[in-house]
């Protein structure tokens, strides 16, 4: 029989695989794939924030980064240093102001690997709670505007000629991204939740004709190498989060393998 906390972990890590292969492709095809990066570097101030205001790390962490992913939507697309830089800057920035918050609470106990590298195995009743709902909310956002958003990811001149209101698809698409790091920074932890993002949308690429269909198969394959993943973890001690992005690598090589060949 299965244990109750491999089954949590389970399906923590299947509803955000799930959310990583469609919130991922639309990364790709905007190029934004340092957004997702600066995003879990900040939720690591957002913890030290929940801890020192007494609030839950998850609601903590969702409130920063979807504050912080509406602001960055203002930084301007074309700068003296480009948005790339901007992004690497503060990113790295509040991963560093976490730490050094950390620093200064030693009152407060934080499994700083498992913030940074992911505890699925520790999944809680509460975080499955939270996985639950941010997800559901993130869902709901990419359901009903998901033909705007391949459109403005697409074509974004052409979407706002033909009536998209592309500002407001843009703030839809960070506030949602926002939502899935809160959602995953448990699973994956902060530092990889851009690979569970990127990698399996990047597979996906190879092999898929449309944007749903890569959309689909990116949340499948991230489906696959999550559950392989926990298996490793479960039965070979490996640390989980770093096992489940090995296994998506491994696929990625796969895949770009096999469209070389054909």
């Known amino acids: 029989m299965i244990e109750p906390f491999v089954l949590r972990a389970l399906t923590a890590a299947a509803a955000t695989a799930v959310l990583a292969g469609f919130v991922g492709s639309l990364m790709i095809w905007r ?11 900040a939720a690591l101030s957002g913890i030290v924030l929940g801890a020192a205001l007494g609030v839950s790390p998850n609601l903590a962490v969702a409130l920063l980064v979807c504050v912080l992913a509406l602001l960055l939507i203002e930084i301007p697309q074309k700068t003296v240093l480009g948005i790339d ?14 730490l050094v918050g950390l620093a200064y609470m030693p009152d407060f106990r ?3 690997a498992g913030y940074l590298f992911g505890d699925v195995l520790s999944v809680s009743n509460g975080d499955l709670l939270f996985t639950g709902v941010g997800g559901a909310v993130c869902g709901a956002l990419l359901l009903k505007n998901w033909k705007k958003q391949v459109f403005c990811a697409v074509s974004p001149d052409i979407a706002q000629s033909a009536g998209v209101n592309v500002v407001f698809q843009n703030r839809v698409f960070m506030t949602t991204t926002a939502l899935f790091v809160a959602v995953a920074f448990k699973t994956t932890g902060l530092l990889l939740v851009s690979a569970l993002l990127v990698i399996p949308a990047c597979a996906a690429r190879f092999v898929s004709k449309t944007p749903e269909q890569m959309a689909v198969k990116a949340a499948a394959a991230g489906v696959l190498c999550s559950i392989a993943g926990i298996a490793a973890s479960v039965v070979f001690d490996a640390p989980a989060a770093p096992a489940i992005e090995l296994i998506c690598a491994v696929l990625f090589v796969f895949c770009a393998l096999k469209a070389k060949k054909a």
Do not use: E, V
């Not at 830089?85 to 976490?98: D, E, F, K």
């Open 31 to 41: 190029r934004t794939a340092y957004f997702g990066d600066t995003l879990s570097h």
């Open 85 to 98: 830089l901007y992004l690497l800057i503060i990113g790295q920035t509040a991963l560093c102001a976490g």
């Open 110 to 112: 934080a499994d700083l």
